[in-house]
């Protein structure tokens, strides 16, 4: 079976890419990145909002069995 050289070459630095795990982690956190930016699915860390939303609207529920326990 033969190759011609160029797609050997094109092989070996595709291969030589593939094991540089540096360069992969950060296309790994590239990807991450521009998830969040199209579907805004990721907070991190931050919860304030949430707390604060949890808060809000507890305030506004009636009453409820539990209150009484």
Known sequence: MQIPVAEYQRLQE???LLKNTE???QLNRLV???YQDK???Y????T???TEASINTSWNDEPSPWDNV
């Open 32 to 34: 991450e990145l521009l």
């Open 48 to 50: 304030a909002d949430l």
């Open 14 to 16: 595709e291969l030589t």
């Open 23 to 25: 360069l992969l982690q």
């Open 39 to 41: 579907f805004g699915l």
């Open 43 to 46: 907070m991190g860390d931050y």
